[in-house]
């Protein structure tokens, strides 16, 4: 049976969906940008600033929802600039180490919610 999952912890979705879905043992995190909870201010002040802020909106999400960064089984990463490629990777992994790093992909996209410079979402396990 499907369940909704969302946590006053991670940004309010700002269309008609929610933060996660839960299904079969499986956890679907809708893509996160670097908004701050508390604020609803964007997270702009540097790539890394950026991406700290939706790795670390997703991690809320995954814990309100019994997971966690080391159960991710499935990252979607989408960029306004391929050349933040090294910059986004080193805050990366920060959070995802090389021992339970999930499967990913880095897309290059010409706009995101919000003119955002990264949106990232999550398969996970539960």
Do not use: C, W
């Not at 700002?14 to 933060?19: A, L, T, V, W």
């Not at 839960?22 to 002040?45: H, K, R």
């Not at 939706?54 to 814990?63: C, F, G, K, S, T």
């Amino acid at each position: 049976m499907k369940q909704i999952i969302n946590t006053p912890n991670a940004p309010a979705p700002i269309g008609p969906y929610n933060q996660s879905v839960a299904f079969n043992g499986m956890l679907f995190v809708s893509g996160q940008i670097a908004i701050d909870p508390p604020t609803g201010n964007l997270v702009l002040d540097s790539i890394e600033a950026e991406t700290h802020q939706v790795l670390q909106n997703l991690r809320a999400i995954l814990e309100a929802a019994g997971s966690s960064l080391e159960k991710v089984l499935k990252a979607s990463v989408f960029v306004k600039d391929m050349n933040q490629f090294g910059r986004i990777n080193a805050v990366y992994a920060e959070y995802f180490k090389p021992e339970f790093a999930p499967a990913r992909e880095l897309v290059q996209v010409s706009e995101l919610p919000k003119f955002v410079n990264i949106e990232i979402s999550v398969v996970a396990a539960l």
